[in-house]
């Protein structure tokens, strides 16, 4: 099973500025990775999908890089929608895995 | 507007058997994959099942292999899991998830979930 780090666990920026989230595969998963945003009390919703690609209605501060073991989720300038959960997920092999999330919120 | 409807959670005691079902609309049900994806409470995401969009192809996470079982009906549109033997660690929000493929890749909507407690 591939597991996934990320990192940092915890994000505490202020409106404006720019969040950048990492996850870490222990073996490379190419470009299968995708990231996840999740509020609380609510389902997870598709940000970017095989390591670049923004899904459908997803506004453009948001962007993914990377490929092999290492990637980033970058948020270009922090909205206040923006504080919540983030999560990556690998689907180069089967399960696929979820990392553990970083949480963004407001310093 | 595509809409996943979760429906069958509820209390079962440990051994114990439910069957979630899955209504979707608002899209071409049989031309996506569809999966499960668990999350325990104040816990991370567990992707537990996924079905191709055919239902020819099936998985499962080791922790519910033998126990769940998912399957499909793409007349009916509907998503279903059942499932078996129940374990205090299986307590979760249950999602169904549409995947924007034929394929399990990854989940573009998902439904509001269904709890499923397992306690005596």
């Known amino acids: 099973e591939i597991v996934l780090t990320q990192s940092p666990a915890t994000l505490s920026l202020s409106p404006g500025e720019r969040a950048t989230l990492s996850c870490r595969a222990s073996q490379s998963v190419s470009s299968y990775l995708a990231w996840y945003q999740q509020k609380f009390g609510q389902a997870p919703r598709l940000l970017i999908y095989d390591a670049s690609n923004r899904a459908t209605g997803i506004p453009a501060r948001f962007s993914g890089s990377g490929s092999g073991t290492d990637f980033t989720l970058t948020i270009s300038s922090l909205e206040p929608e923006d504080f919540a959960l983030y999560y990556c997920?690998?689907?180069?092999?089967?399960?696929?895995?979820f990392g553990p999330g970083t949480k963004v919120d407001i310093k | 507007e595509v809409q996943l409807l979760e429906s069958g959670g509820g209390l079962v005691q440990p051994g114990g058997s439910l069957r979630l079902s899955c209504a979707a609309s608002?899209?071409?049900?049989?031309?996506?994959?569809m999966s499960w994806v668990r999350q325990a409470p104040g816990k991370g995401l567990e992707w537990v099942s996924a079905?191709?969009?055919?239902?020819?192809?099936?998985y499962y996470a080791d922790s519910v292999k033998g126990r769940f079982t998912i399957s499909r009906d793409n007349s009916k549109n509907t998503l279903f899991l059942q499932m078996n033997s129940l374990r205090a660690e299986d307590t979760a929000v249950y999602y169904c998830?549409?995947?924007?493929?034929?394929?399990?890749?990854?989940?573009?909507?998902w439904g509001q979930g269904t709890l499923v407690t397992v306690s005596s």
């Open positions: 608002g899209f071409t049900f049989s031309s996506y994959a």
């Open positions: 079905i191709s969009s055919s239902g020819d192809s099936t």
């Open positions: 998830a549409k995947d924007y493929s034929n394929y399990p890749a990854n989940c573009d909507y």
């Open positions: 997920q690998q689907r180069s092999n089967w399960p696929f895995t």
